[in-house]
C-alpha cells in the first residue's frame, strides 16, 4: 500500500546520557527496526525524516536523517521534525538522565567502595508528540517487556494516547535487541495483531501496511 505524499517521522536507536567526557549511560538497542521501518516508508513514496540515536547504520535511501545523541536532543528533533502524518517511535529513550555532567572525568575516591549516580527522568518523547497541537493523525509507540506484555503494551497505549503500541518480547530467546530478526505484537484499542517473526525489513512492511490502512480509513 502506498505512502505516497505522506510525512513518516521515524526515531531510533538508543540514547546515550553522557556522565563525563568518556562515559555514559546507554542501552542495548541496535537501531534496525526503526531503519526498517523508515527504509520501507520512504520505498513507498513517503518523506521520511529519521531521527537516529548514535549507531552505525548506513542512512536508506531517500530519507532525511538528523542525528543526536542524548534523549533531550532526540526529544528537540522530533519536535521540530513536526508536523507529520505518522510519528514511529521506535527509539529505545533513556528514561533517566544524570543530573549533571561532569567537566572532567570522574576520578576514583580513594577508600570509596560504592558510587551513587543521581538521575533525573527524562521528558516522553511519544506522550508529548502525541498531546502535542501538531499531533499526527498516527503515533505508534514501541514498548520493550519482558514480561506481562499485552497488559502493560494496553497500559502505554492508553497512558500515552497512541493510536498503536508495537511491543517487542526482551530478556527472552527471542529477545530483538541486535537481531535481524523480530516478532511485534501490536495493540490498538479496536484490535490486536502478531507481525513476524520475520526480518525486521518485513516486519516494518507489515507495520506499515497496518498504518497505510488505518490512514485511508480516516482521511483528514
Ligand atoms: N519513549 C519516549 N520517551 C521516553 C521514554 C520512552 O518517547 N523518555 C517511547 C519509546 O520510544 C517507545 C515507548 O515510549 O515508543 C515505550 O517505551 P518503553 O521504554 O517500553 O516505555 P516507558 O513508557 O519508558 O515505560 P517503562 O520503561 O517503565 O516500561
Ligand atoms: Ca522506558
Known amino acids: ?11 531510533a536507536g538508543p540514547t546515550y546520557e553522557d556522565i563525563d567526557p568518556v562515559r555514559f549511560l546507554g542501552n542495548r538497542s541496535s537501531g534496525k527496526m526503526g531503519f526498517a521501518v523508515a527504509a520501507a516508508a520512504a520505498a513507498r513514496g513517503a518523506q521520511v525524516v529519521l ?7 548506513p ?18 528533533a522530533v519536535l ?5 502524518d505518522v510519528y514511529v517511535g521506535a527509539a529505545a529513550v533513556a ?12 576520578k576514583k575516591r580513594p577508600g570509596a567502595d560504592t558510587l551513587a549516580l543521581e538521575l533525573v527522568r527524562t521528558a516522553d518523547i ?46 527472552s530467546a527471542d529477545c530483538p535487541f541486535e537481531r535481524d530478526d523480530n516478532t511485534l505484537h501490536v495493540f490498538a484499542a479496536d484490535g490486536a495483531w502478531t507481525l513476524g517473526p520475520a526480518p525486521k525489513r518485513e516486519v516494518a512492511e507489515a507495520l506499515l501496511d497496518l498504518i497505510a ?7 483528514a
Open 1 to 11: 500500500m502506498s505512502l505516497a505524499g505522506r510525512r513518516v517521522l521515524v526515531s
Open 51 to 57: 531521527v537516529a540515536g548514535p549507531v552505525h547504520l
Open 59 to 76: 542512512t536508506p535511501p531517500g530519507v532525511a536523517r538528523v542525528d543526536v545523541r542524548s534523549a533531550a536532543q532526540m526529544h528537540a
Open 80 to 84: 521540530d521534525a513536526l508536523p507529520a
Open 95 to 106: 528514561d533517566y538522565t544524570p543530573r549533571t555532567v561532569a567537566a572532567r572525568k570522574l
Open 126 to 171: 511519544l506522550a508529548d508528540v502525541a498531546a502535542h497541537p501538531r499531533r499526527p493523525r498516527l503515533v505508534v509507540g514501541f514498548a520493550a517487556e519482558t514480561d506481562e506484555l499485552e497488559h502493560y503494551a494496553r497500559d502505554k497505549l492508553v497512558r500515552k494516547r497512541v493510536d498503536l503500541i508495537a511491543a517487542n518480547r526482551v530478556g
Open 213 to 219: 490502512r488505518r490512514l485511508e480509513a480516516d482521511p
